[in-house]
């Protein structure tokens, strides 16, 4: 490989990697596990234009949403719900072209206008034109993973930031589809974009006429708005100010971990995770059952997330040590195991790689 493809999968391997942590047991750390955004069930969010930064120090332009008057943010705010609730987006737009807002597993959603200036009827639903505000409402009635994004020139505009991850959670606590197969004990969001800067740099000199969407070549791939290693970096970091969403994921051994996977780009991301198989129980914000009431008996285990540009997948990943013939637990020599700690296949514990109990141990996610 060389030239061009070389410069970019170089680059690839570099913003893509993201660390799992593992907390052993009895550790002092606090652990993470709710997902950062806002709730609603009324929003507000304004599409404009700002920049991102990038780890070798770029600096590009996008364009994406922000939850009010505040600042715009790639992506967009991730909007939380309960089932059942009423939601309603109100959408202004600042930039030079009309912009609007789709979202894929909602039925029946209405779009009325509020200010409607320049506003158009799209070839998916009212479009908001430069200065023109639209409303869109629609029930909530299923739990579930989803993607909001522009329904606009949708090559262009996705690429250009203007997507977000909707959260609809069901009356059951810890569960994401108000069944026990669904359980979990913390959860994150795995938002999955690309991004070809060419595309950015047309767009912020006003050459719009230029942009060929079908010559995209993507040199950033990001997870929730960020390349490694600034996924690692807590959320909401004054020195990335456009990208507050980071994904540091954290759990203790044993812990069941909901994973929120969403490919809001073109391309198919193979999402790999180190150590133990997750097991998928949700496609597209529907349960994987064979009948209603069933619980996920069409899940399946997989050691890579096949992330599909559009599509959600809800997976459960468990770190349970087994086979791996370290101990995930932090045990020195003279410390036993406590019951129901993994042995290895001498009946003893796993080789110890920690000076003490409460130390980090790690995995891995790519």
Same mark, same amino acid.
């Given at each position: ?10 680059? *690839? ?12 047991? *009895? ?34 332009? @996008? ?6 008057? =505040?600042?715009?943010?790639?992506? *967009? ?51 908001? =034109? ?7 409402? !629609? ?50 969001? @795995? ?25 995209? !070549? ?8 960020? &390349?490694?290693?600034?996924?690692? @970096? ?12 980071? &994904? ?22 193979? !999402? ?30 997989? @050691? ?25 637990? *932090? ?33 891995? !996610?790519?």
């Amino acid at each position: 490989m060389k030239g061009k493809n070389l410069k970019t999968a170089t680059l *690839g391997a570099l913003v893509f990697p993201l660390i799992l942590f593992l907390l052993s047991a *009895g550790s002092a750390w606090a652990v993470p596990g709710v997902i950062d955004g806002i709730n609603g069930p009324n929003f507000t969010l304004t599409a404009k234009s700002g920049y991102i930064s990038t780890p070798e120090g770029n600096s590009v332009f @996008f364009w994406g949403f922000a939850s009010g008057a =505040g600042t715009v943010q790639y992506p *967009g705010p991730t909007l939380i719900v309960n089932q059942g609730d009423m939601v309603s987006v109100t959408l202004n737009n600042t930039l030079p072209v009309n912009v609007s807002i789709v979202f894929p597993g909602q039925s029946v959603v209405t779009a009325e206008e509020i200010n409607a200036p320049t506003n158009a009827a799209g070839l998916l639903t009212m479009e908001a =034109g430069t200065g023109g505000t639209v409303k869109y409402s !629609f029930t909530a009635a299923q739990a579930g993973t989803y993607l909001y994004h522009s329904g606009t020139r949708i090559d262009l505009q996705m690429d250009m930031g203007l997507f977000g991850a909707l959260i609809v959670r069901p009356s059951t606590p810890n569960q994401a589809y108000n069944h026990p197969d669904s359980a979990y004990d913390r959860e994150y969001l @795995f938002l999955l974009s690309e991004m070809d800067p060419k595309i950015h740099r047309l767009v912020e000199r006003g050459m719009m006429d230029e942009v060929d969407t079908t010559a995209k !070549f993507p040199a950033y791939w990001f997870i929730n708005g960020r &390349c490694a290693p600034d996924t690692m @970096f807590p959320p909401f970091v004054e020195w990335l100010p456009t990208q507050p969403y980071n &994904c540091m994921p954290m759990m203790s051994p044993g812990d069941k971990m909901l994973m929120r996977v969403i490919g809001a780009g073109r391309d198919l991301h193979p !999402f790999h995770h180190h150590g133990n198989h997750s097991r998928v129980i949700a496609r597209d914000g529907r349960l994987l059952e064979s009948r209603a009431g069933r619980g996920a008996d069409l899940s399946y285990e997989v @050691f890579t997330v096949q992330s599909i540009p559009g599509q959600s997948v809800d997976a459960i990943f468990t770190w349970t040590g087994e086979g791996i013939g370290w101990d995930i637990y *932090g045990h020195t020599p003279d410390d036993p195991p406590a019951p129901g700690e993994d042995l290895n296949d001498h009946g003893k514990p796993f080789p110890v790689l920690l000076p003490s109990k409460g130390d980090l141990t790690y995995g891995g !996610f790519w």
